[in-house]
């Protein structure tokens, strides 16, 4: 694992970014196409309401169970305390919240939010079924535009699910927004490995998910975007300038199995 940080940088040609091509039409990726900004976030949601019964599944199987550990280790870098509130963004079906809960306690609170209603409304029933719902509550919304008052949260974490936001600038700013003044910001995605037989191993290995997503839930269409997702996403260096353009500081990552997964920190200023 290796941190770094680098200086602020932002240009409109960063994978993921949205394309301006005329004062009235805008374009941004959906996977490998170019699609209307409208239409994206209704095509993102079609993809997680096909994949949300077999979502938990389907990680195991893509990540051969790793994924447990790298969640392990994002929470473990989320320093958060009885007391504090955190917003669980993209949080679909808990895994996430289920683990901030006990480490807030009674005190604290824990926002599960996502903009899928079937995501949402899988990992309400986790968390019901769990029976940890004292101190969590439920949100569907959107990440561009949180309906938070600014000072809000302690901590605020997407786990897996920037790559799916249509303006991935705003979402940084309104994360920010929401922050109270020394809080952070915990991004775990998929990133870029910084080992090139890695890089040609993994390339190959996610080819693969399509047809494992056909035979488990009946889906490889959803899976085909999923990896041309990843593919698009921006890289360690690049989403850190994203988060430091937005008002972040302090910022670094955490490379994980050598970059395929990355964990971005960053802070809200103690003072503007």
């Known amino acids: 694992m290796t941190d770094n940080a680098n200086s602020d940088s932002s240009t409109s040609t ?87 809960a006990p480490l807030v306690g009674e005190e604290g609170h824990v926002i599960l939010a996502d903009i899928n209603e079937s995501m949402l409304r899988i990992g309400r029933d986790r968390i019901i079924d769990k029976g940890i ?15 938070f008052a600014s000072d809000s949260f302690d901590c605020v974490c997407i786990a897996y699910g920037l790559r799916n936001v249509t303006d991935k600038d705003a979402a940084l700013e309104s994360m920010r927004r929401v922050l109270k003044p020394g809080g952070r910001v915990l991004i775990l995605e998929f ?12 390339d190959a290995y996610t080819n693969l998910w399509p047809l494992a997503g056909k035979l488990i839930t009946g889906d490889g269409d959803s899976y085909r975007y999923l990896v041309e997702s990843i593919r698009m996403h921006p890289d360690q260096e690049s989403l850190m300038q994203m988060m430091q353009a937005a008002g972040l500081e302090k910022c670094k990552y955490h490379n994980v199995m050598s970059g395929i997964c990355a964990i971005h920190i960053g802070f809200k200023p103690l003072s503007l």
């Open 133 to 147: 719902s004292s101190n969590v509550s439920f949100a569907q919304l959107n990440a561009e535009t949180l309906p």
């Open 14 to 100: 960063r994978p993921g970014d949205s394309v301006q091509t005329g004062a009235r039409d805008q374009t941004t990726h959906f996977g490998f196409e170019n699609v209307p900004v409208a239409e994206k976030q209704q095509r993102v949601g079609q993809v997680f309401r096909s994949v949300a019964s077999r979502y938990d599944i389907m990680n195991d199987v893509m990540s051969l169970g790793s994924h447990r550990l790298i969640k392990r280790f994002t929470v473990e870098l989320s320093a958060l305390r009885a007391g504090h509130k955190v917003l669980d963004l993209a949080g679909g079906t808990g895994d996430f919240s289920i683990r901030f």
């Open 191 to 202: 990133s870029k490995p910084t080992n090139k037989l890695m890089e040609k191993a993994y």
